[in-house]
């Protein structure tokens, strides 16, 4: 099929595709006239990249785990395995997250928030006349 009816079947722009087969999320052969032609698996394919956008994965992710999932014998075990990793670094990002946001309620409010405030214990020796 050509792009703009695969474009229609899939509701993605033309630019949409070409993009997609400039960073090798999808391909198509050349008709003798120079159109793209695309098979009839694009769009399947192009329905499970957008789940997958829509899931958290990017482009990058798809683009290097879609071949390994299409030449899976067990193509639901290989989802699950990406998704458990998937998981795994959501979990890291969010424990990130909490540590950054804890940091900058620390940091709100103070005199200078850029500068590194000193712990309490810091704090108490400074008052006592101890370098801290």
Not at 3 to 10: P, W
Not at 11 to 38: C, H, K, M, T, W
Not at 46 to 68: K, N
Not at 79 to 96: G, H, Q, Y
Request: proline share 5%; aromatic share 6%; hydrophobic share 40%.
């Amino acid at each position: 099929m050509r792009i703009g009816e695969l474009a229609t079947r899939v509701g993605l722009s033309r630019d949409a595709l070409r993009f997609y087969e400039q960073v090798g999320i999808l391909s198509s052969d050349r008709l003798a006239n120079g159109y793209r032609d695309y098979p009839p698996e694009a769009v399947p394919w192009l329905e499970y990249v957008r789940t997958a956008q829509a899931l958290g994965f990017s482009l990058a992710e798809i683009a290097e785990h879609g071949e390994e999932l299409t030449e899976a014998s067990d193509q639901a075990a290989a989802l699950s395995a990406l998704f458990a990793d998937k998981v795994r670094i959501i979990d890291t990002r969010m424990t990130e997250l909490a540590a950054l946001r804890a940091e900058l309620t620390a940091r709100a409010g103070t005199d200078c928030p850029l500068r590194k405030q000193p712990t309490p214990v810091a704090r108490a020796g400074r008052r006592s006349g101890f370098p801290g």
